[in-house]
């Protein structure tokens, strides 16, 4: 005897999508922010906290100056961080840079997402 609920379809219906976008929004939030708790641990300066891509719907500058965003398109995020390989680093706060910490901390920022 099938089971009672075994013809229905599995598709996704468009009330789905919301909470769908919520928890992949709050995985990509997780997964960001262990590279900016390590990153900041690290002394390493952190310029943008992003959720999503896209246009930027909220904007907020924290206390050490790093930016924190949401965008439109939930579907991912980054963390940038103070680094030679995106421009030239004040020499003031070379210590800060992503790409001056040792290889473990560099390390250990890639992998705490």
């Known amino acids: 005897r099938p089971h009672p609920h075994a013809c229905q379809s599995s598709r ?4 789905d999508l919301p909470p769908f976008l919520f928890a ?3 995985l990509i939030a997780v997964h960001e922010w262990g590279h900016y708790r390590m ?4 002394g390493v300066k952190v310029l943008r906290f992003s959720i999503g891509f896209g ?3 909220w904007r907020r500058i924290g206390r050490d100056g790093t930016e924190f965003t949401l965008s439109a398109l939930p579907l991912g995020g980054y963390v940038r961080m103070l680094d030679e390989r995106d421009g030239p680093v004040p020499v003031q706060q070379r210590d800060q840079a992503f790409g001056q910490r040792p ?3 560099r390390a250990a920022i890639v992998a705490a997402g």
């Open 24 to 26: 992949v929004a709050v």
């Open 12 to 15: 996704m219906s468009l009330a």
């Open 39 to 42: 990153a900041r641990a690290c």
């Open 55 to 57: 246009h930027v719907l």
């Open 103 to 105: 290889l473990r901390q």
